[in-house]
C-alpha cells in the first residue's frame, strides 16, 4: 500500500509502454487494466469525500463546500479543458451523500 493515500501498490506503479508491435488484444489488456486502475480511484475518491461530507455535517456545517467544489472542477479543467470539468462534475455527483433525513413532519400522510 502506499502510505499517502492508502492505495495499493498497483495503483501507484509506473505505467508499462505500450510496445510498438502490440496487438489489438494486448492494447486493450491494457486499457481494461488502466480503466479497473481508473475505477479503484473513483471508489476511493468518493470514500474519502463522504468521509469529509459526514464530517462536516456532525460539525453542524453543510456537506458539501462550494469554494472547495470550485477548485475541484479548476484543477480538472486546468488540466484536461473542458471536458475534465464534465469530469470533475461527475466525480463530485458520484461521491455525494444522500440528503440527510428529514422527518415528514404534521400534515404528512401515513399508512395505517
Do not use: C, F
Request: glycine share 8%; aromatic share 2%; charged share 25%.
Amino acid at each position: 500500500m502506499s502510505a499517502a493515500l492508502d492505495l495499493p501498490a498497483a495503483l501507484t506503479r509506473t505505467p508499462r509502454a505500450v510496445p510498438a508491435n502490440a496487438g489489438e488484444a494486448e492494447v486493450r489488456a491494457l486499457l481494461a487494466d488502466l480503466d479497473g486502475q481508473i475505477i479503484t480511484l473513483v471508489l476511493r475518491r468518493a470514500e474519502l469525500a463522504r468521509y469529509d461530507q459526514s464530517a462536516r455535517r456532525l460539525s453542524g456545517l453543510p456537506a458539501s463546500e462550494l469554494a472547495w467544489e470550485n477548485a475541484v472542477l479548476g484543477r480538472y479543467a486546468d488540466a484536461l479543458g473542458r471536458q475534465g470539468a464534465d469530469i470533475g462534475r461527475a466525480l463530485l455527483m458520484l461521491s455525494r451523500l444522500p440528503p440527510p433525513h428529514v422527518s415528514a413532519g404534521r400534515g404528512a400522510s401515513q399508512k395505517e
